[in-house]
């Protein structure tokens, strides 16, 4: 069956760095665009990135352009999140999503972005 596992959330102060990781089976990784979404703490849930099957970023919210960065590797299956210059406002659990099928969600990963 599909399976995304998100991993690498935690605790960081403002400005600081994360990477998330996005792992993923049960489908054919390679031939379907995969997403970020975050849910914030008052419940909103927010597109963040899409990658193609190519492995080109479709776009980011502008929330995060320029902080953020999607990137895939398709021999691992594993889809990334390079998060940058953290913020506050960046708190949410962090989902990945395969867009397969009905479309399919991780376990979220929760980061906090906090001094």
């Known amino acids: 069956q599909v399976q995304l596992v998100e991993s690498g959330g935690g605790l960081v102060q403002p400005g600081g760095s994360l990477r998330l990781s996005c792992a993923a089976s049960g489908f054919k990784f390679s031939a379907y665009p995969m997403t970020w979404y975050r849910q914030v703490p008052s419940g909103g849930r927010e597109w963040v990135v899409s990658?193609?099957?190519?492995?080109?970023?479709?776009n980011y919210a502008d929330s995060v352009k320029g902080r953020f960065t999607v990137s895939i590797d398709n021999a691992k299956k594993t889809v990334y999140l390079q998060m940058e210059r953290l913020q506050p406002e960046d708190t949410a659990v962090y989902y990945c999503?395969?867009?397969?099928?009905?479309?399919?969600w991780g376990q979220g990963t929760q980061v906090t972005v906090s001094s």
């Open positions: 990658i193609s099957v190519a492995g080109r970023p479709i």
């Open positions: 999503r395969a867009e397969y099928g009905p479309g399919y």
